[in-house]
């Protein structure tokens, strides 16, 4: 292997900060499990982050030879949509970093494109190659759904960055053609890679157990997890429980939240009341990533709603748990999910549909098993190792090529 160390650039995303707090969600998750993969190959991961509120040192190894560093970038009380100002000083303070530790990075792999902008700067400065992971774009998101808007900034720095990185990752045939249809990308350099996913920790337990663990009763569980913000399309699951023929004997669990979302949480909670479903949905709040796999063994389908997932980390941990999952046919979620097999992928943000397919696994022991059986042979394939080897393979690769 001709790489042994990596920098990590995580700008707003912490790998140290729990999921579904705030803006905390699969890309923290992305860059920690990827990162402790690739150490447990040999490869050594600097992760830099901006300072936060919460920070604790500047310098945490969260494993042998996987740090995360904290460097100055902007006020911690900064929104994201303030940040953008503040990458010089964050480029600056890790380059000092650099200088002061002699260390040499031989690649340079970004996560967003706020991290993308210090990246390149990085990779430049370090003739390195410049690996781009976005997780989310902004004119995919604009697409997805009426309303969304994103700045004109954002817009611009990833059409340059698409043209500047010298690989890309996408997580999906969706999101590479939407690179070279929406950015105008070269496709000879965006590769295929899809998210994972830590099977040690999200596995099937017994269901039962979990139910009383949770203090869970006798009805039929529908579950939700992930950030609570309009683009998770959640209404959609509030209709689709209306629609549910039995929806008395179900509880659909709401997991996520976090700061800022009480507006979007009020917001939800009173069309609940409005479709006279209040009854039967619990807002749980943010769930530690240890407790997730307790929820998702307890419930019966895992529903994902969303306009837009990249990827869709949740439906791929529903189903490393073996619990099936209906889905929007949205982003990389019907690169996951397969249809009739796993769960069941809607074209149509239509509730009497989604409910349908809801009523069909509820209602059928055997279905909810087969499709159990089929959801974890399925994750099974997508393990961090095997990503890993993967991301590693074009880290090789690429510094072969510099070479």
Known sequence: MNVNRVAFISFHACPLASPGEGKSGGMNVYARQLALALGNAGVQVDIFTRDHTDTESKITEIAPGVRVIHLPGGPTETALDGLFPHLPEFSQALLEFQIETGLTYQAVHSHYWLSG?????????WRAPHILTFHTLSLIKMQSR???SEPATRQQVERELMASADHIVAFSPHERDAMVRLYQADATRIGLIPCGVDLSLFRPLDQQEVREKLGL?????????GRIEPLKGLELLLHTAAQLQTFEQIRVLVVGGGAGRDQEIDRLRELAKSLNVDKVFDFIGRV???????????????VVPSFYESFGLAALESMACGTPVVATRAGGLSTIIQHGRTGYLKAWRCPEAFASSVEMIISSRNLQHSMGLAARRRAEGLSWDNVAGQIAGVYDSLITESR
Do not use: F, I
Request: net charge negative.
């Open 217 to 225: 009763n006798g009805e039929k569980v529908l579950l939700y997890v």
């Open 288 to 302: 530690d990533q240890q407790d997730l796999p307790l929820y998702y063994n307890a419930a019966d389908v895992c």
């Open 146 to 148: 009426a309303g969304e």
């Open 117 to 125: 902008w210090v990246g390149q700067q990085m990779a430049t400065e």
